[in-house]
């Protein structure tokens, strides 16, 4: 089983609301949180997150491009993360989840160095790591609706741009999102081979033009139409 | 590949949790929600409500960031007033009753309403209540009232109103399941934003094509299939250029343009006469076409006509006659119009406008829609079919905003017009209560002696539609009758009211002073104002000399707010407002509803969350000051109120009988929709189904609502319309002319004394769509002011009231400007260097940042960002204040004037929208060792 | 990288601690009258206390140290563990060690305690280099001679450690040209390094991390306003002029002073000491180059280009 996300670029606003919604259902989640802020008032904002929008551009003006890009924990299938933890504290259950037994770690970041995509970030109160569980406590959670049984970061998504399911299941959510329209894995020479995949932004639709009509005088328009008084 | 392990899972503590579903309002987008209290009764989350029909589940940054507005540290604990001795604006308050403070208020109200009403100016922010306050307003007698409309989307819902009888912004969508061709003209992410997101997903999945016209790609146009960089305030040339495009192939919907717009009505030439393109109509009134098959003129709103949609004829009465097209082919054929020359104009290709404008035509044409449904025409013909043409348009803040707005946003509705796309399939559709007589029936109060009679209500609500200059609010020698000059030459279709120029005019006693100004979650001497420093210097003027010297040119403020804004601290009488989750609120049929094109839909609110400080909800206020002020409406004969509080009064007010502020669960049993007698039960059945009530239109009473009967019959039982007639859209708009001919002096009526307001009126009021240059860029030299200059709200904080959420502040929580890197690399500027942006009125010091997404002569940053030091319960030093900036500094509420010429707002000609985003300003490098945002404003920390 | 203090002087200390308990053990062995009965034994407590300082600084890592004794728990695939359980290995071999020193036993038992312990010591300080050389998320790091550095290192200025208590307690010749030695390998090692890592690399690119089939991409906003866990972390900004001070300082106070001091012939445990010290202060400074000018490739979703 890989469980993980797809992410449509193609969609993707970046209006925050997948990374908002993960902090609220989180920040007080028994698996993941708490996600403290700090200086939530003061001078420079800031907290644990564990989903981040980036938003980048591409190409230069006039032909450039606005791409926003999600970026969470990739659950990878050789997630270093995990292997380097010295305490037992990061794991991968059977299904894929990457997740962080707090009760076990020791706040070394270690595994943090080891993720090449900045998906954990140390709660700096209690001194553990926390990251993308992903709704590990929704998705099992048999008194959930079952339509409510998804991440809080794809159920949020308004272009829908998010899926959860199993990459090893072909008819899951996530696989028929990413059919053929995946992006490859970012870093992938690093090979931690990250099960998330993200959905390339797509080609502009053709439009098949209608044959173009000769343009003619205003007078000759006025006489047809007053003639005719059609158009197409 | 990894050893994995198992490990229990720690599920949620679900024992005493409880789900509550009411409605959002982190903005104006009114989204489901399922609020799920912990034991405490503590929000634990907020999800969106999968059944809402707004945002089927979803829910944006915002929504879900509501959890941390409720516990926000800015929320206000209890009424305060003005410290005695202490200045305004100082922010030095003690708190007082509320029994006290709305004593005094009732005391201080019945003083003015008992001499002259308009002394009170009750002006309100992005609240969601208008129907209310508006109705309290009249029951005061006070004209001056409005809600930030003006400021907003005027030209948007004017535009629409008077063309289509619809308008972009909240009274339409497009068909987003069968649009194949979707265009969205300029910053759109401030209303239905969740709609148009899920929109903009189906778009995809569907292989429609996105084009994006924006000076600007961020948020939606990031993911256009193609984006436009256009020139700001140039959309209205672009759109012109593509009617241009179309007219010249021929491609239009001839059957779509002569039986439902008024394409083929005869408008009279004679020019220097009071007919000039007057429409040639009978005695009824009924405009006249010329019908193919008869040869003579008949009626144009008549069953079975074929009318002319091209010619020029003699009528009756040696009267010279053109059918609208023919007007408008000859204006818009003009090689003016056409790509090649309007291209660079708009800073568009050519044969960009010529491609999009042909796309959009085969689409239209070659891949129409049908649908197979049963329907009714008003003439009484049956169809089997609705066609679409699904070329769908939206559009909202970029073109409102510009003092061309008006004009431009018409051209828009002009190509929806010529495509035959609107309210079919795949097209911009209309939602409930609209479509509505062209522009709707309802007019604005504008008798000088009812707005001044003492006690009494206004025979007519303070705002609406005019139709003629008989209908502006001035008086006998032209002067404004309202506080902001709604509806006076200056503005004359101003259907929102001119929120911006209230506390200008007040203090210049222009046309009269007041005495008490009235705010609610109007952030005024702020962001939602022009001239910032300006107006919070006038908010707290005096008088200089006189028998009022040292007193206050606005004798009295009061305000009501759940935060603490940098308004509250310019008030003498604060009234703390309760949070969305802690009160009743109803998102009324009579206001701004709901409803999707197929469903008719409202909503409400109600306390989810216990208060937990003495404050109390502005509705409540309301009602119990109506009650101590004894409005006809909320007083019973023997002298008593009527209502004990704001839910009683929703459930049992009637504007007409079985019409109320909720057109659900109406009838004794709640079994009635739309129209039935009140009922005890009304809010327990919405809290029941999820605090919206919605109802689907039957199939054949989905399409072609302006014609269709079956539809209008229902309408008409709901007083959605006065009757069933044709809705007949108006690519040119007689009242429009009516105000051109006044201008001209040819009118039979009301003409304007200034030779200034004459000059407008000829040149801006154009009963076609038209462009003109921006007012405050035109004649400013391009090269001392060379750079537009615009501004969006991030969608995490869109129309979200206040940005002290501490997790949203975290996403930003200070602005820089943004210039193409290009222009900028031409100019010496670099990422990150500090630079000067001066307008014609001021400068401001910013930090500069580059990218590739911006048109070269913009601009931009994100707007309302900068706060004042500490104000919204932030830390002195916090970077909103520190590295926050507002543009509305460099925009002045008056256009450039001569020494001797009297001011005229900075705003659209027409409708009196604010034009903040015709800002011209030019952007110098600071010198060394001069960083940081400049000017700072000083700050009270409470 | 963030150079962390209690982690700079932990593997400075340590591996100071740990190359001397190597020396102690080995010269024990091969020339035992350099280091004979009675100046053994100090330079056994220096070396544990060198070792023991570092580990405890090492622990002020640590946001939540009171789970520190779960480290040992992945053996089979961290070298962080590894490096925990080969450390603590050491101790119990360290303290036999010393016992046979204090009793006198020597013969076998001894020389099967000196080839454990110098073996232990060389381990742990490799695993303490591999800590850092197995992260492939940092390529200045992800380098084989980053473990060899750390041994070589640890050797050299454990050496240089020993020198002054050699020179105080037994009075006999000190092991200058072991130093020496010691002092010329470190230096081709680092040297080595700073050869291969001198400019900047392009390792992996922007493109790499966004292979989103489109050219230039640039960071436009990174979504956050202020610092976070992520920019305190990986985002140390090391100005030019200030590296190039740096690598120049340790190469003047961890090598050419000791060189030119040693050469000349200094003696005397003040003097020595006083290498010792310079050469400390120089790995201090080595060691905080090695986080800062470490590039980690979360800096590419915040916009830098290229990391290397």
Redesign the interface.
């Known amino acids: 089983m890989r469980l993980g996300l797809a992410i449509d670029l193609d969609t993707c606003v970046g209006c925050h609301a997948c990374a908002v919604a993960c902090k609220e259902w989180n920040g007080e989640s028994l698996m993941a949180g708490p996600l403290p802020d700090y200086d939530a008032y003061g001078k420079e904002a800031t907290g644990t997150w564990l989903n981040r929008i980036r938003h980048y551009e591409c190409g230069t003006y006039p032909e450039n491009k606005t791409v926003n890009v999600p970026m969470s924990c990739m659950h990878c299938e050789d997630a270093a993360c995990v292997t380097v933890c010295p305490t037992g504290a990061s794991y991968k259950r059977p299904d894929g989840i990457v997740l962080v037994d707090a009760d076990k770690c020791m706040g070394c970041s270690y595994c943090a160095w080891a993720c090449p995509y900045g998906a954990r970030e140390l709660d700096q109160d209690e001194g553990t790591m926390r990251k993308c569980t992903l709704c590990v406590d929704r998705i099992y959670d048999e008194r959930l609706p079952e339509a409510d049984r998804q991440p809080a970061c794809v159920l949020a998504c308004p272009t829908h741009a998010r899926a959860f399911g199993d990459y090893d299941d072909p008819d899951s959510d996530v696989s028929r999102a990413a059919k053929g329209r995946s992006l490859p894995p970012m870093l992938e020479k690093l090979g931690y081979k990250p099960v998330n995949q993200y959905l390339a932004p797509r080609q502009a639709p053709e439009i098949k033009m209608q044959p173009p009509r000769p343009k003619k005088s205003l007078a000759d328009y006025i006489r047809d139409w007053a003639g005719a008084g059609k158009g197409s | 590949?990894?050893?994995?392990?198992?490990?229990p899972?720690?599920?949620?503590?679900?024992e005493g949790q409880e789900v509550k579903r009411t409605t959002c309002y982190m903005c104006a987008c009114r989204c489901g929600i399922e609020v799920t209290l912990n034991r405490e009764g503590r929000v634990?989350?907020?999800?969106?409500n999968?059944d809402h029909p707004v945002?089927q589940?979803?829910?944006?940054?915002?929504?879900?960031?509501g959890?941390m507005k409720q516990y926000s540290?800015a929320k206000l604990t209890g009424p305060m007033r003005r410290k005695p001795g202490s200045e305004r604006g100082a922010g030095a308050f003690e708190p007082i009753s509320w029994d006290e403070a709305l004593g005094t208020l009732a005391e201080r109200l019945a003083r003015i309403r008992a001499t002259d009403p308009r002394q009170l100016a009750f002006f309100t922010g992005r609240d969601q209540m208008q129907a209310l306050t508006g109705l309290w307003a009249q029951q005061f007698g006070t004209p001056n009232w409005a809600a930030h409309g003006g400021f907003c989307s005027v030209n948007m819902a004017a535009a629409g109103l008077y063309s289509i009888g619809y308008a972009f912004w909240e009274f339409g969508a497009p068909d987003w399941d069968r649009t194949k061709?979707f265009m969205l003209w300029g910053v759109a992410e401030d209303h239905s934003?969740?709609p148009i997101?899920?929109g903009?997903?189906k778009l995809?999945r569907n292989?429609?094509?996105f084009v994006s016209v924006n000076p600007v790609?961020?948020?939606?146009?990031?993911?256009a299939?193609?984006?436009v960089?256009i020139r700001p305030g140039t959309d209205g040339l672009l759109a012109l250029a593509m009617v241009h495009t179309l007219?010249?192939?021929?491609?239009?919907?001839?059957p779509f343009?002569?039986r439902y717009t008024n394409a083929p009505w005869l408008v009279i030439d004679a020019p220097g006469t009071a007919k000039d393109g007057l429409f040639l109509r009978d005695e009824a009134g009924q405009p006249l076409i010329h019908d193919?098959k008869q040869g003579t003129f008949v009626g144009g709103l008549g069953a079975g006509i074929d009318?002319?949609?091209?010619?020029?004829f003699d009528a009756p009465g040696g009267l010279k006659v053109r059918t609208v097209?023919?007007l408008a082919?000859?204006r818009y054929?003009d090689e003016r119009y056409s790509p090649a020359v309007a291209g660079p104009q708009c800073g568009v290709p050519a044969e960009t406008i010529e491609r999009l404008a042909?796309?959009m035509?085969?689409?239209a044409?070659?891949e129409t829609i049908e649908i197979p449904v049963k329907w009714t025409d008003v003439w009484g013909q049956e169809h089997d079919k609705v066609v679409g043409r699904p070329v769908s348009m939206y559009a909202m803040r970029g073109i409102s905003a510009h003092s061309n707005g008006f004009q431009a946003c018409r051209a828009l509705h002009l190509i929806q017009m010529l495509l035959g796309a609107l309210e079919g399939p795949g097209n911009f559709r209309a939602r409930a209560p609209y479509p509505r007589p062209i522009p709707p029936g309802q007019l604005p109060e504008n008798d000088e002696a009812v707005m001044a009679a003492p006690d009494k209500p206004l025979g007519k609500t303070p705002l609406g539609f005019p139709v003629k200059p008989e209908d502006l609010a001035v008086d006998k020698d032209g002067n404004p009758l309202r506080i902001d000059h709604a509806y006076s030459w200056e503005s004359p279709l101003a259907a929102h009211g001119a929120m911006h120029m209230v506390i200008t005019n007040a203090v210049n006693a222009d046309p009269y002073p007041i005495d008490t100004l009235m705010m609610y979650m109007a952030n005024m001497a702020w962001n939602s104002t022009m001239n910032t420093a300006g107006v919070r210097d006038m908010l707290r003027a005096k008088h200089a000399q006189g028998p009022k010297k040292g007193e206050y040119k606005i004798p009295f403020i009061v305000v009501s707010d759940a935060f603490d804004s940098e308004t509250v601290r310019f008030a003498d009488l604060v009234l703390p407002d309760t949070t969305y989750l802690e009160r009743h609120d109803a998102i009324s049929m009579l206001d701004r509803p709901i409803s999707e094109a197929d469903t008719v839909a409202d909503a409400i609110r109600h306390p989810v969350v216990k208060l937990d400080r003495d404050v109390r909800a502005f509705q409540e206020v309301l009602v119990d000051l109506a009650g101590r002020l004894k409005f006809p409406a909320f007083t019973n004969a023997d002298g008593t109120c009527k209502y004990k509080d704001y839910p009683e009064f929703i459930w049992r007010f009637e504007k007409a009988p079985g019409i109320g502020f909720l057109a659900g669960f109406r009838g004794k049993e709640g079994e009635k929709s739309l129209k039935g007698e009140p009922n005890e039960k009304q809010w327990e059945r919405y809290i029941e189904n999820g605090a919206f009530f919605s109802k689907h239109w039957e199939p054949g009473e989905q399409w072609m609502r302006h014609w269709n009967r079956d539809y209008q019959v229902k309408a008409v039982e709901a007083t959605f319309i006065p009757k069933v007639e044709p809705i007949v859209m108006q690519i040119y708009s007689e009242p429009i002319q009516k105000f051109r001919l006044a201008g001209q002096g040819l009118y039979e009526g009301p003409k304007p004394p200034k030779a200034g307001d004459r000059e407008r009126l000829v040149k801006y009021f154009d009963p076609l769509p038209d462009w003109y240059a921006p007012l405050d860029g035109d004649g400013a030299d391009d090269g001392e002011y060379p750079f537009h200059a615009i501004t969006q709200r991030p969608?995490?904080m869109y129309h979200s009231w206040d940005t002290?959420n501490?997790?949203?502040?975290?996403?930003?929580?200070?602005n820089f400007l943004y210039m193409?890197?290009?222009e900028a690399k031409r100019r010496g500027l670099e990422s990150l260097d500090w630079v000067w942006v001066e307008s014609r009125i001021g400068k401001i010091r910013c930090q500069l940042k580059t990218?590739?997404?911006?048109e070269?002569n913009t601009v931009w940053t994100w707007n309302a960002i900068g706060k004042q030091s500490g104000a919204w319960?932030?830390?002195k030093?916090?970077?909103e204040s520190?590295?926050g900036f507002l543009l509305n500094h460099l925009i002045s509420e008056h256009l450039p004037k001569a020494a001797d010429e009297r001011s005229l707002t900075n705003s659209d000609p027409i409708t009196g929208q604010a034009a903040w985003y015709d800002l011209k300003v030019r952007i110098t490098k600071a010198a060394p060792g001069e960083e940081g945002v400049w000017p700072l404003f000083d700050g009270v920390t409470r | 990288m963030r150079p962390a203090w209690s982690v700079i002087f932990f593997t400075v200390s340590s591996g100071a601690g740990l190359g001397l308990l190597a020396i102690l053990a080995l010269l024990r062995l091969l020339a035992a009258r350099v280091v004979p009965d009675g100046t053994a034994l100090p330079m056994l407590a220096l070396g544990l206390l060198l070792t023991t300082a570092g580990l405890c600084s090492s622990t002020f890592h640590l946001a939540n140290p009171k789970n520190a004794w779960r480290s040992a728990s992945r053996f089979k695939t961290s070298w962080l563990s590894r490096e925990a359980v080969f450390a603590g290995a050491l101790y119990p071999v360290a303290l036999l060690y010393g016992w046979t020193l204090w009793s006198g036993t020597g013969g076998a038992l001894q020389a099967i305690c000196g080839v454990l312990l110098a073996a232990l010591a060389v381990v742990v300080m490799y695993s303490t280099g591999m800590i850092y050389a197995c992260l492939k998320t940092i390529p200045r790091w992800n380098h084989g001679l980053v473990p060899v550095g750390y041994v070589a290192l640890g050797l050299y200025s454990g050496t240089l450690a020993a020198l002054p208590v050699i020179a105080a307690k037994s009075g006999g010749p000190v092991p200058v040209a072991l130093a020496l030695a010691l002092l010329a390998a470190a230096l081709a090692v680092k040297g080595a390094y700073f050869v291969i890592f001198g400019a900047p690399k392009a390792v992996h690119t922007m493109a790499d991390a966004l292979p989103l089939g489109k050219k230039e991409i640039r960071l436009l906003d990174t979504g956050h306003t202020h610092r976070t866990f992520l920019t305190d972390e990986f985002f140390f900004r090391l100005a030019r002029r200030q590296a190039r001070f740096l690598r120049f300082a340790v190469l003047v106070l961890a090598f050419v002073l000791p060189l030119a001091l040693l050469t000349v012939g200094v003696s005397g445990p003040p003097a020595l000491a006083f290498v010792a010290l310079s050469a400390f202060t120089g790995l201090l400074a080595e060691r905080w180059l090695f986080f800062a000018e470490a590039e980690h490739t979360v800096r590419l979703y915040h916009g830098q280009r290229a990391v290397g």
């Open positions: 590949m990894i050893e994995t392990t198992s490990q899972i720690a599920f949620e503590d679900t634990r989350f907020i999800k969106g999968r945002n589940g979803v829910l944006c940054a915002k929504g879900s960031a959890i540290k061709y934003s969740n997101k899920i903009l997903d995809k292989g429609a094509k790609r961020t948020g939606y146009s990031a993911i299939d193609e984006w960089p007219l010249s192939r021929e491609l239009f919907d001839a343009l002569s193919r009318p002319s949609l091209f010619g020029e097209l023919t082919a000859g054929l042909l796309e035509a085969s689409i044409f070659q969608m995490v002290q501490v997790w949203l502040r975290q996403i930003m929580a200070g193409n890197a290009a990218m590739e997404g911006v070269s319960g932030l830390e030093g916090a970077s520190t590295h």
